[in-house]
């Protein structure tokens, strides 16, 4: 592969025949520099927003800023201490379809803490911005997504994994 160019490698891809209220992915190889994790589902019933956890990490170990924008007004706002991860944020929960695509950097490195930018497409034409530090060393070797109060991702939801090599 010529220099500077990034090969993306498929690792695990999932579409929900039933409903879910967890998605893992495990045992997550330390064979790449980056990961990306894409996200596409439907809130239109329950109103569903996962909570992530890297490694099974509820410490404490997650820090957020998130920004949002919908054409008309913006904000921000931040999470610190948090056991858990929700890369939507301060989401209105409006109903309709939710996508998001993070991109873990160093996943697999053991001598800094990871950092994580999130791309999430709201219901309604918005978009939030989250950054996240997950203040471990320790590699991630699996992502939970939790559906919150036990609501379900539903039918039909997608969530993919991705390595990338350069």
Do not use: C
């Not at 950092?115 to 996240?132: D, H």
């Amino acid at each position: 592969m010529p220099a500077g160019v990034s090969a993306i490698t498929p690792l695990a891809n999932l579409t929900l025949g039933t409903a879910a209220n967890t998605i893992t992915f495990t045992s997550i190889s330390g064979a790449y520099r980056d990961l990306f994790l894409v996200v596409n589902y439907n809130n239109s019933s329950n109103f569903v927003r996962g909570n992530i956890t890297f490694n099974n990490d509820s410490s404490q170990a997650y820090n957020s800023v998130y920004a949002l924008g919908n054409g008309s007004t913006a904000t921000s706002s931040s999470a610190s201490s948090a056991s858990s991860l929700d890369p939507t944020g301060p989401s209105d929960n409006s109903s309709g379809a939710i996508g998001y695509i993070a991109h873990f950097f160093d996943y697999a490195q053991t001598d800094k803490h990871k950092s994580v930018l999130w791309r999430v497409y709201e219901p309604g034409g918005g978009v939030i911005m989250n950054a996240t530090r997950y203040g471990s060393t320790n590699a991630i070797t699996s992502i939970q997504i939790v559906g919150n109060f036990s609501r379900t991702f539903p039918v039909g939801s997608t969530f993919a994994l991705y390595g990338v090599s350069s």
